[in-house]
């Protein structure tokens, strides 16, 4: 049962635009969302966070938005860098799980000149 | 400076060995935690550990054994390895006792493979 899905394995974008990254989630309990970013051969590194009492959490390029209504969130990357290209692993936490993090597939996003 | 590590970085080995990977983590942090990525790529908890005392601890064959001996250690320990155990295993820590909302810091992962 696959609680954080993200439909959308593979993302290309032109360098300087866009990207925009979703990921949705069945489990009403969860109310602490992370974006992690991975290269190949590493480790998962956090990006962005975002706790269920906001709607929106910015950083930089970074914005992530959260619907609560429609257990939807994305991943905004203003302008889009080479360096961006990697897989994005949307994640999720509730309350009294201690720190599980339950983790989408990952979407490939690939930033092209 | 590498936060957190994990050795070795590949290991193949035959079914039925048993083998361990290790991970150590030099950020002072009190939790740590072991993580699979499958084949499909679903990354899905294991265990965690807060200061040597299990926390998390997953639907996970017996023939895996966390092993922490201090705060900076958690080693994973597997017996009869299987070929579904291929896999790269992911350590991580966290600042605090482990409680929702703190960040994890992730090792480069092992890749397990089974032959």
């Known amino acids: 049962d696959q609680q954080v899905k993200q439909n959308s394995p593979s993302l290309s974008v032109q360098e300087g635009r866009i990207s925009i990254l979703n990921c949705d989630y069945t489990?009403?309990?969860?109310?602490?969302f992370l974006w992690y970013k991975k290269y190949p051969a590493e480790g998962p590194t956090f990006l962005i966070s975002?706790?269920?009492?906001?709607d929106k959490n910015e950083d930089g390029r970074f914005t992530v938005f959260l619907n609560k209504s429609a257990k939807h969130l994305s991943l905004h990357i203003v302008p889009s860098q080479p360096g961006d290209s990697a897989v994005y692993f949307c994640?999720?936490?509730?309350?009294?799980?201690?720190?599980?993090?339950?983790f989408g597939t990952g979407t490939q996003l690939k930033v092209e000149l | 400076d590498t936060a957190v590590s994990q050795t070795p970085k590949y290991l193949v080995t035959q079914m039925g060995n048993d083998k361990s990977i290790k991970c150590e983590q030099n950020?002072?942090?009190?939790?740590m935690y072991w993580y699979k990525q499958d084949s499909k790529k679903f990354l899905k908890i294991m265990f965690s550990y807060n200061n040597k005392e299990l926390i998390i601890n997953e639907t996970v064959p017996n023939r895996f054994s966390p092993k922490s001996p201090d705060k900076a250690h958690l080693n994973l320990h597997i017996n009869s390895l299987e070929l579904g155990d291929s896999a790269v295993y992911f350590c991580a820590s966290s600042q605090g006792n482990g409680g929702y909302q703190e960040t994890q810091y992730f090792g480069p992962g092992t890749r397990l493979l089974v032959l």
């Open positions: 489990n009403s309990m969860f109310d602490y």
């Open positions: 975002i706790s269920s009492i906001k």
């Open positions: 994640a999720a936490s509730s309350p009294g799980g201690g720190n599980k993090l339950t």
């Open positions: 950020l002072g942090h009190d939790t």
